[in-house]
């Protein structure tokens, strides 16, 4: 089955600064990756996606980069603001809908 | 936020008891997931169904069951023979194809 990994656990950043999280994946047949922000008590809320058809995808602040070759994608938050401050979630999804995720990042943006 | 609702928020159960979470949406949407998520874990899949009454097993499927009946609901039932069933558990609903998907505000369950 598929096997998302993801790193760094957590990350601790300046308000300000860039902010990367990495995933990689394992299952070639996973073709969409979506991005999920979860606050503290809330529940999980999609950030950004990307679909295995396309290599970057920006939105404002995020942007997510796709490497199918490399089965690796990357989410990118510039201009971090206190309130990035959340785990942040990778997925990889296949076809068959079925979705695996990555254990989490928390992003602390320090003001 | 409104959309797929989950109820409890919290609940307790004693040890060797079976105990059902709910799951309910309107956004007529196919597909229907459990997750379970445990401190620095992310989430993991138990159970998803793409269509009414029919379902598979996710990652972590024993000690669990589900039902779909009706396309608005997913309850996952908490059986006895999970042996570690304290948890955050989430369910999720999606389009068809699995695509974005939609999260409940999630049941905390404590057992003792």
């Known amino acids: 089955g598929e096997n998302v990994e993801q790193h760094p656990s957590t990350l601790s950043v300046q308000e300000g600064d860039s902010a990367v999280i990495k995933c990689t994946y394992s299952d070639s047949a996973s073709n969409y990756f979506p991005w999920y922000k979860q606050e503290l008590g809330k529940r999980p809320q999609l950030i950004i996606d990307i679909r295995s058809n396309v290599g970057e995808k920006k939105d404002q602040r995020i942007a997510v980069t796709l490497n199918k070759t490399a089965k690796h994608f990357s989410l990118h938050i510039t201009e971090t603001q206190p309130e990035d401050s959340a785990v942040y979630f990778c997925?990889?999804?296949?076809?068959?809908?079925?979705?695996?995720f990555g254990d989490g990042t928390t992003l602390t943006v320090k003001p | 936020d409104g959309g797929i609702t989950q109820s409890p928020k919290y609940l307790f159960r004693k040890e060797g008891q079976n105990v059902t979470l709910s799951c309910e949406q309107n956004l007529n949407h196919d597909a229907m997931y459990w997750y379970r998520q445990d401190p620095g874990q992310g989430l993991r899949l138990i159970y998803y169904s793409q269509i009414v009454n029919d379902f598979q097993k996710g990652d972590i499927a024993e000690g669990y069951s589900v039902s779909r009946e009706k396309k608005e609901s997913f309850p996952l039932t908490v059986t006895s023979a999970q042996k570690n069933p304290t948890a955050f558990y989430l369910c999720?609903?999606?389009?068809?194809?699995?695509?974005?998907?939609?999260f409940g505000p999630g049941t905390r369950l404590t057992v003792t």
């Open positions: 999720a609903s999606s389009t068809p194809g699995g695509r974005e998907q939609y």
């Open positions: 997925a990889a999804s296949n076809n068959a809908g079925k979705s695996t």
